[in-house]
């Protein structure tokens, strides 16, 4: 659910793009050609980090972190100053993987060998089903209010995201931590605790 919300955020958000370009920093839409790189260099180093810092932290700290920065990110977009929407780009491709590859860490980490290319599939489908709704109503509020409307809610959505997991952190157990207590409550050690 997490996930969605951030995936719908940046839908909203990347729809006001060449508005932002043209009625924000009042640019050609060709400037498009600089911050989408400087996001997808940002998308490239969170994959590289992701590993270490997965290792470092749980899933749902990884992604509310990840989603705080591409929310930062898309606000920085809601100004008129070019260096802060290209920080702002930046900001989004070092945030918006986070949520993304914590979910499917943990659909593989939680779901059992036999239903995991079902159980993956169907997420897929769920994580990346409201950008097919969130896109064409980007595009619709695009076409009647100005675009820093949008990023800004697309902004408070993401926020309400890293609220979720917030809230969520400590009230959903993951299957390993109720195997180790199964495991416990029978009277053996859990893995985790042999080690």
């Known amino acids: ?45 969170s994959g590289l980090a992701a590993g270490a810092l997965l290792c470092r932290s749980c899933d749902r700290t990884f992604a509310a972190c990840g989603i705080a920065l591409f929310a930062l990110g898309v606000l920085a977009r809601a100004t008129p100053w070019f260096p802060v929407v290209l920080g702002g780009s930046l900001a989004i491709g070092l945030g918006l993987p986070c ?6 860490t943990a659909v593989q980490r939680e779901t059992p060998n036999a239903l995991l290319g079902r159980v993956a599939a169907t997420a ?5 089903a409201p950008n097919a709704l969130a896109l064409p109503l980007g595009s619709a509020i695009v076409a009647k209010l ?5 990023t800004v809610a697309a902004g408070v959505v993401a926020f309400a995201a890293v609220a979720v997991v917030l809230l969520m952190a400590d009230r959903t157990p993951t299957r390993s931590r109720r195997i180790a207590d199964a495991d416990i409550a029978a009277g053996g050690q859990s893995a985790s605790s042999k080690s």
């Open 99 to 104: 949520p993304l590859i914590a979910a499917f």
């Open 146 to 150: 100005d675009y820093r409307v949008q």
């Open 124 to 128: 897929s489908t769920l994580i990346f």
């Open 1 to 45: 659910m997490v996930t969605n919300l951030a995936l719908a955020a940046a839908s909203l958000s990347s729809s006001a793009t060449f508005a932002m370009l043209d009625l924000g920093l009042h640019r050609a839409p060709t400037l498009v050609g600089v911050p989408t790189p400087v996001q997808g260099i940002g998308s490239v180093v």
